[in-house]
Structures are given as structure tokens and as C-alpha cells.
């Protein structure tokens, strides 16, 4: 019997996502472009939907027609020479599904690629890790509307499911939408884990709380509002002794963060698109500097101030809303970038959908996302999620609380450049100027650049140096 779908790539996430369909009772072929992986997958979790091939041909041919074939393989030049390779084999009409990280940009062009040999591409962001590609991941695809319903059981069936029921996997739009949902969603989360970095700092060095005492707070935070995956892990972390050496392990963990490049993607496009995410900016600039070895230099020439609250308790609630306040800055600022991008790439994004699909399965889910998807579900053309009243009422209560803990810091000289740009951020937008009148004045001075007059709207350039 033809077989429902086919996975190329059985390295962690390739063969838990097959397994996670044979489990829903689709009929799977997989393949990896060296035997041995397939060998010892296959050898080592034995299941009895799924078919191992070992030559390219014959796992096509697997296929039930129209032939599904889903890529789990390294984004860049290895997802371009398989799509050659099975753009020879494959007919019009089949489908090739890619669900690793890669550039939208170049799932934008495979797809124009595929079309014109009548394959269709999808570009699907997957979020989840290990876990989630056996259990249920959250799921974002993107490529041809009319190819979708043609998978979209497949995937339904293997994503998370929301508390509500609905399964985290929602068509997000044309060509590279889904993945570029992912990787904003990926930068979100590098927002989101600077923030929890930056609030332990502030927890440790100004509230001078010991590791499990924070461990307990997080704990405790995650109980209400702030309810997370990222939160709970947190706790977790803080709390879990070494088994090397004695004490903490989070004290035995180097102090230099790495990254794999799609937060840095983010904000290249929010830049190319003139969209502000000073939030992910800051958390991927924290992250280079983090291995910046003039760290070391400066320790030793600079002094170290030193900031500490004896009202401890009054201190950590106080975090604790300037968290959540500048948690909704960084989704705030991811959604902008999506609005930007849905209407300068014609994508038509549904806001709330996108929102939805994060609720469950993958690193950012938080019972905050229903906030959002409700947010967009009111308003869906809301241009930024601060303007939405139950947001708006939270920022115009927590701001106070932002500005003395960014306050707190600041005297403390801990490093908290996430919550610094959360305020910025709230700051500009609602300040009566932000000095542009002068900036406009500065260019006008010297390159005659122009500038709009308040009082008629013209454009006019100014005899500056008449005198
Ligand atoms: C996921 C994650 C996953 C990973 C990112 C970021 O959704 O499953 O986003 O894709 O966490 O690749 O990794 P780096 O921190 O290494 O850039």
C-alpha cells in the first residue's frame, strides 16, 4: 500500500516527527542521505507505519500520489541540492514540505523554483525541539494555499494541542510566511530569555537572593500572569544542584551565550524593513558581547557600583510587574514586525492565528498568548499590541514600576539592556517629542535634506547660513 507521507532526515527532529505520525496512523517512509542514520533509527525504535529506503527513488515512489515529502534536514546549501536532486524525480502536483530553520528569503525563491516544474513548496517553521517533534510541536506552514488542505491533516494531527483543543499548527500565508513566523518567533525568544537572564541578575545582585530562594520565586511567579514555559525552566534551572562538584550548576555554567543566527535574521529584516525591535536587538547584542573578551579587561579597569534593597520582597514584586510589562514590549514589537512585513510581502497575516499556534508546543508558549490571539481576534488590523486596551491598561500601570527597576540597575551598573529598551520603547512612542524636529534641522544645516514645516506640511529647506 502507497505510503501517506515521506521524511528525509533522520537525525533528532526528522525521526520523532515520523514517529509522531506513525503514531496518528500515517503510513511513513523515511530516508537519509547516509544509510546509517536510517539503519539505526529504524533498528532502535522500531515502529509499524514506518518503512525505511534506502535510495531516493524508491522512497518517492513509496508515495501516494500527490507524493508529500518533508524535508528535516540542515537549512542552506543541503535543503538546496535536495530539492534539485528531487525536482528530477517528483511530478507536477507533489509536494515538497520544508520544516528545518531556513532564510524565508530562500524558501521564497525554492518556491518559485518548485512552481516551475508544477511541485509545490511549503516553507514550515517548527518550534518545539526534541520534545515537541515527538509529542507536538507547534507548527507554522507556509507555501501554496491550495496544496495545504492536501497536508493539513498530517499536521493538524502531530501538533500540540492548546488547552482549548485546537491543534497548534494554523496556515500562515504564501511562500516564505511560515518561515518567517518562525523566525520572528524565534527572536521573540531570544527577548524573552534575556529578560528572565536580566531579572535573575537584578534578583541576585540587588534583591541578593540566593539561588533557590530566586528558584522559589520564579516558582511563584509562575503560578499567575507570567505563567510559562520559559519561567518554569528558569525555576528549574536555578534550583538544580551540580553532580560534578558541589554547589549549583548554574554557577558552574560559563557566562558567554551562543547562537545559531535566526534571532540575528530578525533584526537585520526588522532594519531592512524599518521596524523597531530594539528588544531582540538587545538580547542578540547581549549575546555577542557575552563573548567579547575585552569582558575581562574592562572588569578589572572599571569600577563595580554597588546597588542592594534591604526591602527585598517589596523589590521582587516590583520586578516581577516590570517583567511582564516589558514582556509585552518584545511581543509587542515582533508583532509589529509581522504587521510591516504581512503587508510589504502580502501575506495577509492573521495575527490571532499566529498568536494561537504559540500556545502550546513550542519555547515561547505562555498562557499570555491567549491575551494576544483575543487582541488580534477583537482588532485584527490593530497596529500595535500596545494600543489594545488590555495592554494599554497594563503598560499604563506597570511603566512606574519599569522605570525604578531600570532605575535600580542603573545605579547598581547591572546590565539589563532588554528592560532598558522595553522602557525606551515606551518612552519614545509616548513622549510629546522625540527630537526629531532637531535631527531634521541638523540635515537640512548641512545636506539640505529638507523638512516637513508644522504649521503648513510643506517640505522647505532652510537659508541657514544667511547670516
Ligand atoms: C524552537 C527553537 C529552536 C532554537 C532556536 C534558537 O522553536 O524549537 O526556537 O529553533 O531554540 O534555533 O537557537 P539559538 O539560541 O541557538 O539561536
Redesign the pocket.
Known amino acids: 500500500m502507497a505510503q501517506d507521507i515521506g521524511v528525509i532526515g533522520m537525525a533528532v527532529m526528522g525521526s520523532n516527527l515520523a514517529l509522531n505520525m506513525a503514531d496518528h496512523g500515517f503510513r511513513v517512509s523515511v530516508y537519509n542521505y547516509t544509510p546509517d542514520l536510517t539503519k539505526q533509527f529504524t533498528a532502535e525504535r522500531p515502529h509499524e507505519n514506518i518503512t525505511p529506503y534506502y535510495d531516493l527513488k524508491g522512497f518517492v515512489d513509496s508515495l501516494e500520489k500527490p507524493r508529500k515529502v518533508m524535508l528535516m534536514i540542515m537549512a542552506g546549501a543541503p535543503v538546496g541540492s535536495m530539492v534539485l536532486q528531487l525536482l528530477d524525480i517528483l511530478e507536477p502536483g507533489d509536494i515538497i514540505i520544508d520544516g528545518g530553520?531556513s532564510f524565508f528569503g530562500d524558501t521564497r525563491r525554492r518556491c518559485i523554483q518548485c512552481k516551475e516544474k508544477g511541485v509545490l513548496f511549503f516553507g514550515m517553521?517548527?518550534?518545539?525541539?526534541e520534545e515537541?517533534a515527538r509529542k507536538g510541536?507547534?507548527i507554522m506552514p507556509g507555501g501554496d494555499a491550495s496544496a495545504y488542505e492536501a497536508i493539513r491533516p498530517v499536521y493538524e494531527a502531530i501538533a500540540a494541542k492548546a488547552d482549548d483543543g485546537r491543534p497548534c499548527c494554523a496556515y500562515i500565508g504564501e511562500n516564505g510566511a511560515g518561515h518567517f513566523v518562525?523566525m520572528v518567533?524565534?527572536g521573540i525568544?531570544?527577548a524573552d530569555?534575556q529578560l528572565i537572564a536580566e531579572t535573575y541578575l537584578l534578583l541576585k545582585y540587588v534583591g541578593r537572593f540566593t539561588n533557590q530562594e530566586m528558584s522559589e520565586i520564579l516558582r511563584s511567579w509562575n503560578q499567575g500572569e507570567l505563567k510559562s514555559f520559559l519561567i518554569g525552566a528558569a525555576a528549574d534551572i536555578l534550583a538544580e544542584h551540580d553532580d560534578v562538584a558541589a554547589g549549583y550548576i548554574i554557577d558552574k555554567i560559563v557566562d558567554k551565550?551562543?547562537?545559531?543566527?535566526?534571532?540575528?535574521w530578525t533584526c537585520m529584516e526588522a532594519m531592512r524593513l524599518g521596524v523597531n525591535v530594539s528588544m531582540i536587538d538587545a538580547a542578540c547584542n547581549t549575546?555577542i558581547s557575552s563573548n567579547d573578551s575585552g569582558r575581562i579587561t574592562a572588569r578589572r579597569a572599571m569600577a563595580q557600583p554597588e546597588c542592594s534593597r534591604a526591602d527585598k520582597e517589596a523589590f521582587a514584586e516590583m520586578v516581577r510587574k516590570s517583567l511582564y510589562t516589558a514582556k509585552i514590549i518584545a511581543y509587542a514589537q515582533g508583532f509589529s514586525l509581522y504587521h510591516t512585513a504581512s503587508d510589504a510581502y502580502g501575506w495577509h497575516l492573521n495575527f490571532s492565528d499566529i498568536a494561537s499556534v504559540f500556545r502550546a508546543g513550542?519555547?515561547?508558549q505562555a498562557d499570555f498568548l491567549n491575551k494576544i490571539a483575543e487582541a488580534f481576534q477583537h482588532n485584527p488590523s490593530l497596529e500595535n499590541l500596545m494600543f489594545d486596551e488590555f495592554f494599554l491598561m497594563r503598560i499604563n500601570d506597570g511603566t512606574d514600576n519599569l522605570r525604578h527597576t531600570v532605575s535600580a540597575a542603573a545605579l547598581g551598573g547591572i546590565p539589563v539592556p532588554a528592560y532598558m529598551s522595553a522602557l525606551e520603547y515606551i518612552d519614545i512612542f509616548r513622549s510629546r517629542s522625540v527630537g526629531a524636529n532637531l535631527i531634521q534641522g541638523l540635515r537640512d544645516y548641512f545636506g539640505a535634506h529638507t523638512f516637513e514645516r508644522v504649521d503648513t506640511g510643506e517640505a522647505v529647506h532652510h537659508d541657514w547660513k544667511r547670516h
Request: charged content about 20%.
Open positions: 530553520n517553521g517548527i518550534s518545539g525541539g515537541g510541536p507547534s518562525k518567533h524565534n525568544e531570544y530569555m551565550a551562543g547562537q545559531k543566527g535566526t534571532g540575528r549575546r513550542c519555547i515561547i
